[in-house]
């Protein structure tokens, strides 16, 4: 077992570069040096101060600060299983989640006090508020390292998948593994050393917004937390802080495409050496524009999940050659394609992606079968459609649950919404299949018009018929303000399919 925490790395750093800036926001920063000493106090506060026992959980809720990150560092380091909420989460989402993993002590930054105590946890779940009782229980823990036994701080987090319906999973993250992500990412990408600065956009609940934020601390560069996504305060912290590495959701990828062109001219985006963008479908067309307007030769592209939070990546060489692929495997990671039968694909053919990954979580909390469910021996099942070319690159079709199944041929939800999203006048799609009494099933695309176009359902009829055969064309059209997206940015497809499926039985997956 490696016996290597994430707070390890913090230690070192901690020892080599005291006084370099670990973290900052807004006017507040941390040197290693008062991160490394903030995370002993956390692991004793946590162990002593408030009784916890290595695997017991502990919840936060709050948008990312400086507390939020040493909290998830120190915490795992007095094996707490910590359970990051996003701060959108309602009263009844933490109350669900709360009710699953049944926390001692909530974290809750004093913004969202309202939303924890609506929750309604009961008299012996503690509620700590960050920016009122949080400073003094930190500054009554002792600054010294907790001696824990090894095999007890393996798993670190709870993760919940951003499901958007039925009960919430959550995945046991185990830090260990993260270590050795950590570690292997500066091999990956080339940067995540002493000399990075990150932006952090994504919330840290999410691996989104962790993942390169704790890679970044480890490797012992600095982290800046941007507060709330706002695409020109961001292109702006770029120049300020001369910011070398960022991850963001294309989501709001394309957000900062949308500014004028004035706007993006005028940023000082030199300092860039890693744009990542990652954890939902990536148009070419985005990412070329991106390569255009932001820079070339620095934008990446991750593949990943919950549950294996680096499958694959596609490098900045490969942008413009291996259009819509998402990568090769993450160095590390191998990868199979398989049938329904569980049976090998024929190369070049489409299958199910199962991956063999060591950065593989450790399981659902207490749902061993679900957890049995998502393996195929030890390979983890994605849910993703994909096809893999012959120089081993990976191209995600479509979820295994988003196929339509329409008349006897299987249409890529995907490839209509590459399709409509195209058209000029669109500014977001999602497509996804729905009861139809002729084909069983039948597509419906739910559009964002841009503001001030017009856009005729017959105009875009038209422009459909042009490109897809005819099982392939919505048969209705939804017109949306906008779409339901999760924390990646992720469109929320269950929730515009599952209304018309109430009451019926959907064969598909
Ligand atoms: P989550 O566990 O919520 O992070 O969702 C993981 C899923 O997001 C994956 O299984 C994919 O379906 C999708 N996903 C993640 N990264 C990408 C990507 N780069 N391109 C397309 N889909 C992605």
């Not at 960050?130 to 709870?158: C, H, K, M, N, Q």
């Not at 008349?407 to 729905?434: K, L, N």
């Amino acid at each position: 077992m490696l016996d290597f925490l994430i707070a390890d790395g913090i230690r070192q750093w901690a020892q080599r570069t005291p006084a370099r800036i670990a973290l900052q926001a807004g006017s507040s920063s941390l040197t290693f040096a008062q991160l490394s000493e903030r995370i002993e106090r956390v692991a004793c506060g946590a162990a002593e101060g408030l009784g916890l026992e290595p695997g017991e959980r502990v919840a936060l809720l709050a948008p990312n600060c400086l507390e939020y990150v040493e909290l998830l560092i120190g915490l795992p380091a007095a094996g707490v299983l910590t359970v990051g909420i996003t701060a959108g989460a309602t009263a009844a989402e933490l109350a669900k989640i709360c009710d699953d993993c049944a926390p001692r002590v909530v974290f809750v930054h004093e913004s969202l006090e309202a939303t924890a105590r609506a929750a309604d946890l009961g008299a012996d779940v503690r509620i700590v508020v960050i920016g009122r009782d949080y400073d003094e229980w930190l500054a009554s823990a002792r600054p010294v390292r907790p001696e824990v036994d090894p095999s007890r701080t393996e798993a670190a987090w709870l993760q919940y998948t951003s499901g958007s319906t039925g009960v919430p999973k959550g995945a046991v993250i185990s830090q260990h593994t993260r270590v050795l992500q950590y570690l292997v990412s500066a091999a990956e990408y080339g940067f995540f050393t002493p000399r990075d600065h990150h932006l952090v956009i994504g919330s840290l609940a999410h691996g989104i917004g962790s993942g390169k934020a704790l890679t970044t601390l480890f490797g012992g560069g600095a982290c800046s937390l941007a507060p709330m996504f706002h695409p020109e305060r961001i292109v702006r912290m770029i120049g300020s802080r001369q910011i070398t590495t960022t991850i963001i959701a294309p989501a709001h990828l394309r957000a900062l495409l949308e500014l004028p062109d004035a706007t993006l001219a005028r940023a000082d985006l030199t300092s860039l050496r890693g744009l990542i963008c990652g954890g939902a479908p990536l148009s070419q067309a985005t990412k070329e524009e991106a390569i255009e307007r932001i820079g070339d030769g620095i934008l990446w592209e991750d593949y990943g999940s919950t549950e294996v939070p680096v499958i694959a990546s596609l490098h900045p060489e490969d942008q413009l050659r291996k259009h819509q692929s998402v990568g090769r495997p993450y160095l590390g990671n191998s990868i199979v394609l398989l049938d329904g039968e569980g049976q090998a694909v024929a190369p070049g053919e489409v299958g199910e992606l199962h991956v063999r990954s060591p950065y593989v979580f450790l399981g659902y909390w207490k749902r061993p079968e679900e957890t049995a469910a998502a393996f195929r021996g030890r390979y983890y099942r994605t849910g993703d459609l994909a096809r893999i070319d012959d120089e081993g690159y990976i191209y995600l079709l479509d979820r295994v649950h988003d196929r339509i199944l329409s008349g006897g041929y299987t249409v890529s939800a995907r490839e209509v919404e590459d399709v409509i999203a195209d058209h000029p006048s669109i500014a977001d799609v999602a497509v996804f299949g729905v009861p139809d009494d002729v084909s069983g099933e039948a597509v419906r695309a739910a559009i964002v018009v841009r503001p001030g176009d017009e856009l005729p359902d017959g105009d875009l009829l038209a422009f459909c018929e042009q490109r897809l055969s005819l099982y392939k064309r919505p048969k209705w059209i939804d017109r949306m303000e906008q779409l339901p997206r999760g924390p990646t940015g992720k469109v929320l497809r269950t929730e515009l399919r599952d209304p018309f499926w109430v009451g019926r039985d959907r064969s598909i997956g």
